[in-house]
């Protein structure tokens, strides 16, 4: 097993020499090398039960921001593995660099066409510089959290009701590109916004409700008006072709037979020829 270690052992003879170095680097002036010094002799000192408050582990997906006097040290975070730090001069903050995920609260917004409702969503980002996240920003879950909000106010308030119905995806892109530009300064990387819910009041509802099947019974009216207009132009084709043929005529007059008898009734009307009464007619 590799384990990575940050700096060596406090009993190091070139450790101290080192230290100085670091000092004069960092500028922490005259007072901050006698700090310095009397802090590894302190360790030096109380070794081994130093040993517990001087070396500390950092998981893999963690990373230590080491402060010596006030002063972040060594230029980037460190970890993972063993890590050695001073006592009384030297302090750390852990950052966790996984994916975190929060829920935005129900955000009640009036959007562009004067309709009030209410909207959630998740967000998830994670830490990608642990110095800026601790060094730009107070709180960098918190203000990202609170900045979230803000944002999803905002856009969801240039939008119509139908367009946020129907182009959530897009909206939650937009909230998400938005959101990394403003959070980049603090280290902060927005992977991805998801608007989960968007809740009507109970009046909205019902009008769209109605309005939905308004418009199902209109286009029901249109389609069944379309029907009889082609039932319409075919029985006048159809017309058209038994006049042409008197024999056609009297085969329909055989078919209407034939459809009568088989649905069993006890009286059947047998149409006369129209030939015949038309020799009547001529007498």
């Keep these: 097993m590799d384990i990575h270690m940050d700096s060596q052992p406090p009993l190091e003879?070139?450790?101290p020499k080192e230290e100085l170095l670091d000092a004069v680097k960092s500028g922490i002036g005259i007072c901050g090398w006698v700090l310095l010094i009397l802090s590894g002799l302190f360790a030096a000192i109380t070794f081994p039960i130093s040993i517990w408050f001087c070396v500390k582990i950092i998981q893999e997906y963690e990373r230590a921001v080491v402060f010596r006097l006030g002063r972040i040290i060594t230029?980037?975070?460190?970890?993972?593995?063993?890590?050695?730090?001073?006592?009384?001069?030297?302090?750390?903050?852990?950052?966790?660099?996984?994916v975190?995920?929060?829920?935005?609260?129900?955000?009640?917004?009036?959007?562009?066409?004067?309709v009030t409702t209410t909207v959630d969503g998740?967000?998830?980002?994670?830490?990608?510089?642990?110095?800026?996240?601790?060094?730009?920003?107070?709180?960098?879950?918190?203000?990202?959290?609170?900045?979230?909000q803000t944002t999803l106010r905002n856009i969801?308030?240039?939008q119509t009701l139908s367009s946020i119905l129907s182009n959530r995806e897009e909206i939650a892109h937009n909230i998400q590109t938005i959101l990394d530009n403003a959070t980049h300064q603090w280290g902060v990387n927005v992977e991805r916004v998801e608007m989960r819910d968007v809740r009507l009041p109970v009046q909205m509802q019902r009008a769209m409700a109605a309005e939905a099947e308004a418009v199902r019974e209109a286009r029901a009216?249109?389609?069944?008006?379309?029907?009889?207009?082609n039932a319409s132009r075919a029985l006048k084709?159809?017309?058209?072709?038994?006049?042409?043929?008197?024999?056609?005529?009297?085969?329909?007059?055989?078919?209407?037979?034939?459809?009568?008898?088989?649905?069993?009734?006890?009286?059947?009307?047998?149409?006369?020829?129209?030939?015949l009464l038309q020799g009547l007619s001529k007498k």
């Design 221 to 229: 009216k249109i389609v069944a008006a379309e029907g009889e207009m």
């Design 13 to 15: 003879k070139g450790r």
């Design 156 to 158: 969801l308030g240039t």
């Design 100 to 114: 975190i995920s929060f829920a935005i609260p129900p955000q009640e917004i009036l959007t562009k066409d004067s």
């Design 75 to 98: 230029g980037k975070a460190r970890g993972p593995g063993l890590m050695f730090i001073l006592p009384c001069t030297d302090t750390f903050i852990k950052v966790d660099l996984r």
């Design 237 to 275: 084709e159809a017309s058209m072709v038994i006049c042409e043929s008197p024999a056609a005529l009297q085969l329909r007059y055989l078919q209407t037979l034939t459809t009568i008898a088989s649905e069993n009734n006890s009286t059947i009307v047998f149409p006369i020829p129209i030939d």
């Design 122 to 148: 998740v967000v998830y980002y994670k830490v990608e510089n642990a110095i800026k996240s601790v060094a730009n920003v107070n709180n960098v879950h918190v203000a990202t959290a609170q900045l979230a």
